[in-house]
Nanobody
């Protein structure tokens, strides 16, 4: 019903920048919350940043001051600008969306396939 397609991951040196993008498509009526999570090897998936449709944002402490999340509501797209990247930011980054679709009364959570971010010299 809702497909999330991420792009923008890759290999970057410490101190570098990357911008992740995630586009939601399908029979969408509304997307309430969009966010980014990450999962490093051997660790649990954790929130990186989230943004509601009104623009209010929430960041994990690890990314405050370095990461910026923003979205294009008209395109149902969310972005994560990551600056001053550190080796500990290495993980698979997943896009998420809490969305309502035609034919459904409720909002459900949807996930992308993930994009690898590797920070290494």
């Amino acid at each position: 019903q809702v497909q999330l397609v991420e792009s923008g991951g890759g290999l970057v040196q410490p101190g570098g920048s990357l911008r992740l993008s995630c586009a939601a498509s399908g029979s969408i009526i509304s997307v309430a919350v969009m966010g980014w999570y990450r999962q490093a090897p051997g660790k649990q998936r954790e929130l990186v940043a989230a943004i509601i449709s009104g623009g209010i944002t929430n960041y994990a402490d690890s990314g405050k001051g370095r990461f910026t999340i923003y979205r294009d509501n008209a395109q149902n797209t969310v972005y994560l600008q990551m600056n001053s990247l550190k080796p500990e930011d290495t993980a698979v980054y997943y896009c998420s969306a809490n969305a309502a679709t035609y034919g459904s009364t409720y909002y459900y959570d949807y996930w992308g396939q993930g994009t690898q971010v590797t920070v290494s010299s």
